[in-house]
């Protein structure tokens, strides 16, 4: 079992920065893919950003060049930084750690980014 906390959201302006957190319950990131999604209201579940175990990462087009996912082993904490916020991004943040081989999929609670003048 993992539990997956996030941290980070908050309101902004647009063109403004946050930068989220998600500290796992003990250490998985060498060993399952993690993944940032969103959930806008009405709006389906959507991939942001993930990342390997290897370090490979991967975006969504709406966000490249503007977040930047990562990781630190040593604190079991996943980040995404996101830079050049846009109304379009308000949503309800989630954290997702799969192993896809061993069918082990978890998420974290949510957290609210909210993106308005």
């Known amino acids: 079992q993992v539990q997956l906390v996030e941290s980070g959201g908050g309101l902004v302006q647009p063109g403004g920065s946050l930068r989220l957190s998600c500290a796992a319950s003990r250490s998985i990131f060498s060993i399952y893919t993690m993944g940032w999604y969103r959930q806008a209201p009405g709006k389906q579940r959507e991939l942001v950003a993930t990342i390997t175990g290897g370090g490979t990462t991967n975006y969504a087009d709406s966000v490249k060049g503007r977040f930047t996912i990562s990781s630190d082993n040593a604190k079991n904490t996943l980040y995404l930084q996101m830079n050049s916020l846009k109304p379009e991004d308000t949503a309800v943040y989630y954290c997702?750690?799969?192993?896809?081989?061993?069918?082990?999929?978890?998420w974290g609670q949510g957290t609210q980014v909210t993106v308005s003048s």
């Open positions: 997702n750690a799969v192993r896809l081989l061993l069918g082990y999929n978890y």
